[in-house]
Structures are given as structure tokens and as C-alpha cells.
């Protein structure tokens, strides 16, 4: 029995390493829905945020009402609707975080903070936008570098080298914040 069994976990392990060799992204993106959102930051950057924003919590799958958990599964499953990962500064750090924390009292607050590492390997936490008195909670995710164009004057197009944070409302807005000249603007992409 003990040999069957072991045989049957090193046939699990075999099929998992093949499994993650042959599509690492799968892998990865379903491992996340096992863990919460706070997993994909590095414990130094938890800390900053938590000694900064004692009273907040990080954005969860769970805390989007159910229509927007639906839509989110649907074209972003197996991401955190609260943590995106890119290179958000043009500074060539790939690793940087965009983080949406929310807090619940006395009314639905949303702070949309980024996370870099400075040379001593502690994480500057920069307020990038704030929304007070939310009906729903939005949510973030990583858009990619090029042009965007903004919803209201078609015209006006932003050719953008980084990768851009998307602050969106579900079914309702969307903004996209790029690093431009030093600082972080931004452009209603969907409304």
C-alpha cells in the first residue's frame, strides 16, 4: 500500500512539473486563485503598506460585488483584482506593484498606491489616486505600453512607453495611469 502510494505521488509531482514546464502561465495564473491577493507581494512591501494603512485592507476577488466577480472571472481569472505587476515607472524595474486598498469605514473608500524598491530594498509607497465614497469597489490590472485614447475626445491619443495601471469600475469607467515627465497623469479610457 505505502508503495502505491508513494508512486501515485510521484506520478502527481511528474504531472505537475510537465503541467508548469509546458504552460508555466496556467499554472501560475490558476496557483493565485488558491491564495489571497496579499501572496503576490513580497513581505517587505505588505509592511510598508500595512504600517502606512494601519486601518486598510488590500482589494480581494471577494470584495467586488457578485456581477463584478462574474465579469472578472470571465476575463481576468487567475488575477488579483487588487495587485498588478509591471514596469509602471519607466525605470526598467519590471517588478514594480500597483495596489488597491479599501476601506470599509465609515463609507467605501479605494486608494490606488504604487510600490517601488529603493537601493536599500525597502519599498516607497507612492499615493497615486484616491476615490472616497465608492458605491462599488473597482478593481486594477496591468495594460500594456502603446497608444490609448481617450473615451470622450477620440483624437486625443497618449502613445505610452510603460506598462499603464487600469483603475476600472466594472461595466462602468476605467482610467488609465501612465508615467509621464516625472509624474503619474491620467485618461479616461472607458466611462
Given at each position: 500500500m505505502a508503495k502505491?502510494?508513494?508512486?501515485?505521488r510521484k506520478n502527481a509531482l511528474i504531472v505537475t512539473f510537465l503541467f508548469f514546464m509546458i504552460d508555466g502561465n496556467a499554472c501560475s495564473a490558476q496557483s493565485i486563485e488558491l491564495y489571497e491577493c496579499p501572496s503576490l507581494l513580497p513581505k517587505s512591501a505588505i509592511e510598508a503598506i500595512v504600517e502606512s494603512y494601519k486601518?486598510?485592507?488590500?482589494?480581494?476577488?471577494?470584495?467586488?460585488?457578485?456581477?463584478?466577480?462574474?465579469?472578472?472571472?470571465?476575463?481576468?481569472?487567475?488575477?488579483?483584482?487588487?495587485v498588478a505587476v509591471g514596469n509602471f515607472d519607466g525605470g526598467g524595474n519590471k517588478k514594480?506593484?500597483?495596489?488597491?486598498?479599501?476601506?470599509h469605514a465609515p463609507k467605501k473608500h479605494a486608494k490606488l498606491l504604487l510600490l517601488k524598491r529603493n537601493h536599500f530594498g525597502k519599498?516607497?509607497?507612492?499615493?497615486?489616486?484616491?476615490e472616497n465614497d465608492v458605491t462599488n469597489f473597482p478593481a486594477i490590472?496591468?495594460?500594456?505600453?502603446?497608444t490609448h485614447r481617450d473615451f470622450y475626445v477620440k483624437e486625443k491619443k497618449v502613445k505610452v512607453k510603460t506598462d499603464v495601471i487600469i483603475y476600472e469600475?466594472?461595466?462602468?469607467?476605467?482610467?488609465a495611469f501612465y508615467y509621464k515627465h516625472g509624474k503619474y497623469e491620467q485618461l479616461?479610457?472607458?466611462?
Open positions: 502505491k502510494t508513494n508512486l501515485l486601518d486598510w485592507k488590500i482589494l480581494e476577488k471577494a470584495d467586488l460585488i457578485p456581477d463584478d466577480q462574474m465579469l472578472w472571472d470571465k476575463y481576468r481569472r487567475g488575477e488579483c483584482p487588487g514594480t506593484f500597483a495596489v488597491l486598498i479599501i476601506s519599498y516607497k509607497i507612492s499615493l497615486i489616486y484616491e490590472h496591468r495594460g500594456l505600453p502603446g469600475h466594472i461595466e462602468a469607467s476605467a482610467i479616461i479610457i472607458s466611462d
